[in-house]
């Protein structure tokens, strides 16, 4: 068994729409980046991946490739999990937590509990989510951008 932790956090602008936990969620405002920017896969992400001591996110789905623009961010958790496979891993549990001050997330926790749970083929209760603010300290209270942590458990 072993244990792995991912950090991401994105920009919040207008124009974009708000990805999150692999559902999209209605706000003014969207995340910035290369793909669809959701900030909660890709903590999951980087904790699976490093729980396999597999580098990060970025190594393996670089900001600069093509085929990456744009992408579904539950297709990269898709293949994150097909890679730890490769050395013979499997999910146990997800537990992440997501930053944020609007929007209100807690009622959209499960429908992404579900939604992750199949990409990744794992029971849904193996899944949690929680939903936090920064009582308006620091960029997330302030509403430039959203962050995530997630921790998992993988065994072989």
């Not at 999150?20 to 209605?26: A, N, S, V, Y």
């Not at 706000?27 to 990060?56: E, F, P, Q, Y």
């Not at 749970?117 to 794992?122: K, R």
């Not at 960029?139 to 458990?153: D, H, K, N, P």
Request: proline share 3%; charged share 20%.
């Amino acid at each position: 068994m072993r244990i792995g932790f991912g950090f991401d956090v994105h920009q919040l602008v207008p124009d974009r729409a708000l990805w999150l936990g692999g559902i999209q969620i209605e706000h003014t405002l969207g995340l910035l980046g290369h793909s669809d920017a959701d900030v909660l896969i890709h903590a999951i992400c980087d904790a699976l991946l490093g729980a396999a001591n597999m580098r990060d996110i970025g190594y393996h789905f670089p900001d600069t490739a093509a085929e990456t623009d744009g992408i579904d961010s539950k297709i990269l958790l898709r293949r994150t999990i097909n890679l730890i496979a490769q050395k013979g891993y499997h999910v146990v549990n997800i537990d992440a937590t997501v930053c944020a001050e609007r929007p209100k997330l807690n009622p959209h926790i499960p429908a992404m509990q579900e939604c992750l749970s199949q990409v990744m083929g794992i029971d849904v209760e193996d899944v949690s989510i929680k939903a936090t603010t920064t009582e308006h300290l620091g960029f997330t209270g302030r509403e430039e951008g959203i962050s995530a942590y997630a921790v998992c458990l993988i065994q072989k």
